[in-house]
């Protein structure tokens, strides 16, 4: 797991180096110790002092890779979720609005965490997913405005327990159940969120594929969609909404999430107890 992982952040270096906009931040912890933010850099991994869209003051630490665990490079109080927001995982046509929803942020796992999936599941799904990261205050933001909202990229798996979506009443507990929402490895400022190829792979077979310019709500309405109604701070979260068909996960199958020219989120599924 960390060799690809350490593949990944290789993989944000060389995306840094062919663009100038660009920067990839990780979120990390040694030894089980405090979490802190860094920014990806040549010779390492420079730690800030606080969250990047808060502050890029560098502390002078320096760790790498190898050293660390990498942990969800994402720390949101909100967590807005987006249903039916590719036609090729609807039937029928698509809503005037979107289809929006919340989970608690205590779902959010990283990327060398296990997806476990609770002992009374039995139809545990997976959903490639592409979300950005909100860079400051919101509130009644126009669709012209959005983008300067918006902070950066990041790969997520909204896990999600069909039978109890399905049957309960609300989806909190299918979509929001701890340790179900996968996230990482690296947060990208600067990426086009308009143009990127999101894939899923189970056990390395592709299952989903699409780019997010085929949304039907983007990511610059459903923040100001969004912001119509809720007031968003910087570190708080938009998904995009998952493509195509999904299928069940069991214990052992790892799900992979790559965002083209950002990386690839790999989390295997564990069994509860």
């Known amino acids: 797991m960390k060799r690809l992982l350490a593949s990944t952040v290789a993989t944000a270096l060389l995306f840094i180096g062919t663009s100038v906009s660009a920067q990839s931040f990780v979120r990390y912890s040694q030894n089980g110790g405090e979490v802190s933010w860094g920014m990806i850099h040549d010779d390492g991994i420079h730690q800030l002092t606080d969250a990047p869209y808060l502050s890029m003051d560098h502390t002078g630490v320096v760790v790498q890779r190898e050293d660390v665990k990498l942990e969800a490079p994402v720390d949101p109080n909100l967590v807005f979720m987006t249903a039916f927001n590719f036609r090729s995982h609807i039937s029928g046509d698509p809503a005037e609005y979107p289809g929006l929803f919340t989970v608690p942020a205590g779902s959010i796992v990283g990327p060398e ?152 989120l790999s989390n295997v599924v564990v069994q509860g107890k």
Do not use: C
């Open 113 to 264: 965490d296990p997806i476990v999936r609770p002992a009374e599941s039995r139809n545990l799904h997976y959903e490639a997913e592409m979300a950005i990261i909100v860079g400051k205050h919101a509130e009644n933001v126009s669709v012209a405005d959005a983008a300067d909202y918006i902070f950066g990229v990041t790969a997520g798996n909204d896990v999600s327990e069909r039978s109890w979506q399905g049957g309960d009443i609300q989806w909190v507990r299918a979509k929001g159940t701890r340790g179900f929402n996968a996230v990482g490895p690296v947060l990208v400022q600067g990426a086009d969120y308009k143009n990127i190829q999101i894939t899923g792979r189970l056990n390395g077979e592709v299952r989903q594929e699409e780019n997010s310019s085929d949304l039907i709500f983007g990511m610059e309405e459903m923040l100001s969609y969004i912001s119509k109604y809720f007031t968003l701070e910087p570190g708080d979260m938009i998904w995009s909404g998952t493509m195509g068909s999904t299928r069940a996960m069991e214990p052992g199958d790892v799900y992979e999430v790559e965002l083209s020219g950002i990386g690839v």
